[in-house]
């Protein structure tokens, strides 16, 4: 649960900051597409084209993450966490790439780790 950080704030502040718009993304049928899923991870490192939805993605991650995700309900997060499991679970390089990117100082990370410790 300690990498929850970035994936989480991705995906849930894309669905939450658009009221809806991208509610019909199918995350398992993503998931489950290894072709599907490197095109979104190579959007999100800037190595590849991007979709409407990895663009929004893009777009409103630098807000997520400073806010800690404030417009997400819990399905969001729940959907977010199965992501980021699967990534940590099955493309751990990818994961590692994406924290590395998106959290370079390990700023996020330990804020969410300084939350995590207190729910315990």
């Given amino acids: 649960m300690k990498a929850i950080v970035i994936l989480c704030f991705l995906i849930g502040s894309v669905i939450a900051q ?3 718009k991208y509610d019909h993304v199918d995350v398992d049928g993503i998931l489950r597409n290894n072709r ?3 095109n979104y991870i190579k959007c999100m490192l800037g190595q590849g084209p991007c979709t409407s939805e990895g663009r929004e993605l893009k777009k409103v991650l630098p807000e ?3 806010t800690d995700c404030a417009k997400c309900d819990e399905r969001q997060k729940a ?3 199965k992501v980021i499991n699967h990534l940590r679970n099955n493309r751990l390089a990818d994961w590692n790439r994406l924290v590395a990117k998106y959290d370079p100082t390990g700023e996020y990370k330990k804020r969410f780790e ?3 410790t207190r729910k315990q």
């Fill in 36 to 38: 599907v899923l490197t």
């Fill in 18 to 20: 658009n009221s809806g």
């Fill in 64 to 66: 997520a993450l400073r």
């Fill in 79 to 81: 959907t977010a966490e």
């Fill in 114 to 116: 300084s939350l995590e």
